[in-house]
T-cell receptor, first 114, second 113 residues
């Protein structure tokens, strides 16, 4: 099993450009989420999904869109990148239907917006 | 608004020493408190977790101490090793919150050989 796979690992964008960060998991997990990690801020939840076709907003959703058409994939879209979106993005998934379920994280996508 | 406050921001410990990382929370609805460990270039990984109905949980060299009345919990790493050098995040989640973990700001631990 590959676990949670994120692509790309590194990306540089110009302000106003759009892009999609890809996330795929092969563990048949129903729950998937996106976090951003910034120095001194820990990890903050952007969006999450409890199953195919169901998504919801987290703590910092502005400027990001998500969709969940399959159990395996959960892409994160930046519609018009801003320098404030420079960050490391982590996708995570969980098999458990309870709040104690372990989150399995990908290795991250480092995004720089100029 | 940070609901989980973590300290210190960085910590340097000699090999064999005890590393202590503290967290405090505000939301009394939190009822599950995991700790995640992150190595450079990697994603966080679950290290150990505790529920508030126990005051302590130990797994090998790692122990969580929990003080419900003070709304504080801490991670103790006994006999710290250079391989423990990583960033540690405390987190909290409430029942019914669809696994919306609230993370602390992280502690960068360096264990000197």
């Amino acid at each position: 099993n590959a676990g949670v796979t994120q692509t790309p690992k590194f990306q540089v964008l110009k302000t106003g450009q759009s892009m999609t960060l890809q996330c795929a998991q092969d563990m048949n997990h129903e729950y998937m989420s996106w976090y951003r990690q910034d120095p001194g801020m820990g990890l903050r939840l952007i969006h999450y999904s409890v199953g195919a076709g169901i998504t919801d907003q987290g703590e910092v959703p502005n400027g990001y869109n998500v969709s969940r058409s399959t159990t395996e994939d959960f892409p994160l879209r930046l519609l018009s990148a801003a320098p404030s979106q420079t960050s490391v993005y982590f996708c995570a998934s969980s098999y458990s239907d309870t709040n104690t379920g372990e989150l399995f994280f990908g290795e991250g996508s480092r995004l720089t917006v100029l | 608004q940070q609901q989980v406050k973590q300290s210190p921001q960085s910590l340097i410990v000699q090999k064999g020493g005890i590393s202590i990382i503290n967290c405090a929370y505000e939301n009394t609805a939190f009822d599950y408190f995991p700790w995640y460990q992150q190595f450079p270039g990697k994603g966080p990984a679950l290290l150990i977790a505790i529920r508030p109905d126990v005051s302590e949980k130990k797994e090998g060299r790692f122990t969580i101490s929990f003080n419900k009345s003070a709304k504080q919990f801490s991670l103790h790493i006994m006999d710290s090793q250079p391989g423990d050098s990583a960033t540690y995040f405390c987190a909290a989640v409430a029942s019914g919150s669809a696994r919306q973990l609230t993370f602390g700001s992280g502690t960068q631990l360096t264990v000197l050989p």
